[in-house]
Nanobody, 121 residues
Framework: QLQASGGGSVQPGGSLRLACEVSGLSLRYYAIAWYRQAPGKEREGVAC???????DYADSVKGRFAISIDNAKNTVDLLMNSLKLEDTAVYYCGAVAPWRYARIRDKYNFWGQGTQVTVSS
């Protein structure tokens, strides 16, 4: 029900856009988030968006990443600018309801497969 795409390799300072295609779920009911997991680290939240388009970001990506909903394509996109080496990770999209659980990883109802983002010089 969640299909992530758009990962790749980029140099520091570069940009990537990830897309999470959502099927079988209502974007008005579920909040969608992007999480990431680097080798040897726990999965951490990056950004999330509610059906009302309320957004929340991790401090480490504020001002660099932007999450948005494309209602026409039924996707939740993550535009990542000014990428840093420490942004390297596998990125996952997840769905959770209601919005108040968006920062609680264990509350997520659905996860997509990950997409690798590698930032290297």
């Amino acid at each position: 029900q969640l299909q992530a795409s758009g990962g790749g390799s980029v140099q520091p300072g570069g940009s990537l856009r990830l897309a999470c295609e959502v099927s079988g779920l209502s974007l008005r009911y579920y909040a969608i988030a992007w999480y990431r997991q680097a080798p040897g680290k726990e999965r951490e939240g990056v950004a999330c968006i509610s059906g009302a388009k309320t957004t929340d970001y991790a401090d480490s990506v504020k001002g660099r990443f932007a999450i948005s909903i494309d209602n026409a394509k039924n996707t939740v996109d993550l535009l990542m600018n000014s990428l840093k080496l420490e942004d390297t990770a596998v990125y996952y999209c997840g769905a959770v309801a209601p919005w108040r659980y968006a920062r609680i990883r264990d509350k997520y109802n659905f996860w997509g497969q990950g997409t690798q983002v590698t930032v290297s010089s």
